[in-house]
């Protein structure tokens, strides 16, 4: 079974500059997740699908970070204006349910720099 | 105060040692919790789960959830140095997805 794909694996852009960053779940995943992942520090939760619909962007900067998951299926996540502590790995899940025991399963994270 | 805390390290020890690794948490509406086991430039895997209470055995690794001290653990026995990883504890409340993370513990093992 093929595992949670994202591409870029690296990129690195001065700040104010625009980026995003791709992933594709586990085929017949319905949940989706983003991830925040500074140095040091575990992944902070940015948003959570099911299938097309969010269910929770509580922590979404909102005024500088966007995402969509069209067709229920792959997301992009966008950063514009990007700032320098948006420097991190980006980690994308996904898990068959979205509640109960279910386990997320993640990509292998794209790392940002921002300069 | 942070809802999840875990001692960063690095935790260095020799192969075959028993390493223990922990955290502790703030908000007594979680009762799932985890551990997963994050290997350099790679996404974090789910290494172990138990709901509520009590303890969970897999192989070389235990698991052990204190509620009332609202304190978890990992034992990892016959340490190996392919255990070499960050370990991040994780857990979350009955009905939601928002994981809460530790900030891992950086486990290194010398063969």
């Known amino acids: 079974e093929a595992g949670v794909a994202q591409s870029p694996r690296y990129k690195i852009i001065e700040k104010r500059q625009s980026v995003a960053f791709w992933c594709n779940p586990i085929?017949?995943?319905?949940?989706l997740y983003w991830y925040q992942q500074i140095l040091g520090q575990g992944p902070k939760l940015l948003i959570q699908?099911?299938?097309?619909?969010?269910?929770?962007d509580s922590q979404l900067p909102k005024d500088r970070f966007s995402a969509e998951r069209l067709k229920g299926v792959d997301s992009t996540l966008k950063i514009q204006p990007a700032k320098l502590e948006d420097s991190a790995v980006y980690l994308c899940?996904?898990?068959?349910?979205?509640?109960?025991?279910?386990?997320?399963?993640f990509g292998p994270g794209t790392r940002l720099t921002v300069l | 105060q942070k809802e999840v805390e875990q001692d960063p390290g690095p935790l260095s020890v020799p192969e075959g040692a028993i390493v223990s690794l922990n955290c502790t948490y703030s908000?007594?509406?979680?009762?799932?919790f985890m551990w997963y086991r994050q290997y350099s430039r790679k996404g974090p895997e789910l290494l172990m789960y138990?709901?509520?209470?009590g303890n969970k055995e897999d192989g070389r690794f235990t698991a052990q959830v204190d509620k009332s001290s609202k304190y978890i653990s990992l034992f990892i026995r016959d340490s190996q140095p392919s255990d070499s990883a960050t370990y991040l504890c994780?857990?979350?409340?009955?009905?939601?997805?928002?994981?809460?993370f530790g900030t891992g513990t950086r486990l290194t093992v010398i063969p």
């Open positions: 085929s017949g995943h319905a949940t």
């Open positions: 138990t709901y509520s209470s």
């Open positions: 994780a857990m979350r409340k009955t009905g939601a997805n928002n994981l809460f």
């Open positions: 908000n007594s509406a979680f009762q799932y």
């Open positions: 699908f099911q299938n097309n619909g969010v269910v929770d």
């Open positions: 899940a996904s898990s068959l349910e979205s509640r109960g025991a279910d386990t997320q399963y």
